[in-house]
């Protein structure tokens, strides 16, 4: 990964290749933000430019993600009685390769593992422990970077603390994570920890104009999506060109929920509803819930005359898109942003979809009428 091919972060470019510079790099670094934000391009660029001050023709090999001194450890799930990377690492190599600011669930949707736990292991860290006690191949810095270390369970936690306390000599340690809730303290203490921020609108707008064919219209409206995580940029662009039926398909929900106060046998449209979706693949259930999200916020701006905001609309079918927005406002807001995400939660954790989807198909027929 170069420099220039990371979107934005400017300000945290410049920190890292400056501690290189100045010869400054700590021996055990905890990159905290989302995947989407760029934390696994900073490493690789990081570990890369490290290496090359090294040896000018590691480049190529960081590159392609296999120097024989640069280590990953990353989420798997058990097979046989083991978990370690190792099993699994040309399919997480492929997919780094092909989309390096891929998320934790874009790992488990490659592996095919929705119904199988994803953890790093004691095995796994017994594993890099004896790959660090030998001297490196290139004879200077060896590299780990752990992916995802948040999902170190208890026993593989207290292992790496004893080899964050006594690391090899030359070794430098990276790792990744979503948040700081599921390290231990003792973990954080002992790790220089950097925070990635959400890319700026600019940086990203300036990134996918470069880099997608899109319009800049679309990229406009793809921007105020994302929140500035450019995997969700991506993933809104992609699913816009696979999924067009997902605004019928909100279409119908809204409009039978509307119906069910007045006409109950309406419920089991949005019952038949749930049960087509929920035939989906996980990935597509997550997409339509992130399209929901974005049209009810769309229609709550709609409603408060915030018009200049409202990037998207829904004209689509007869459907009444000022009439609708009428019905978003503060009081109901909250309680159906809040309903979808549990239901985005429920289906990370494996959830039956088939209730997922009935139960808030069901609650968004109740809070649509709520007005106080």
Known sequence: MNWEKIAGQQNLKKLLQDSITENRVSHAQLFIGKEGYGTLPLVLAYAKEILMNENEHAASKVEHLNHLDLHFSFPVFTEGKTAVSKNRFEDFRNMILQSPYASYDDWSAHLESENKQLFIS??????????????????????????????????????????????????????????????????????????????????????????????????????????????????????ENKHPEFEKLFVQWVRDAFMVKKKPEFLKNIILWAREIAGWNREKQKNFLDYASEIFRLALLQNYQSQNLVYKKIDANGFNWEGFSKFISGANIISILDEISTADLHLTRNGNPKIVWTDLGIKLSRYIHKNT
């Open 122 to 239: 004691a095995d796994e860290i017994d594993e890099q422990n004896q790959k660090f006690s030998l001297k490196s191949f290139e004879g200077g810095t060896k590299i780990l970077i752990v992916w995802r270390a948040d999902k170190m369970n208890v026993a593989a936690s207290n292992k790496f603390l004893k080899f964050l306390e006594e690391p090899p000599a030359k070794t430098l340690i990276f790792l990744t994570a979503d948040s700081t809730d599921d390290i231990l303290p003792t973990i954080l203490s002992r790790t220089q920890i950097i925070e990635v921020p959400r890319i700026s609108d600019d940086d990203l707008e300036a990134y996918l104009k470069e880099n997608t064919e899109a319009t800049d219209d679309k990229i406009k409206e793809i921007v105020h999506q994302a929140q500035g995580n450019l995997n969700d940029a991506l993933r809104y662009l992609r699913s």
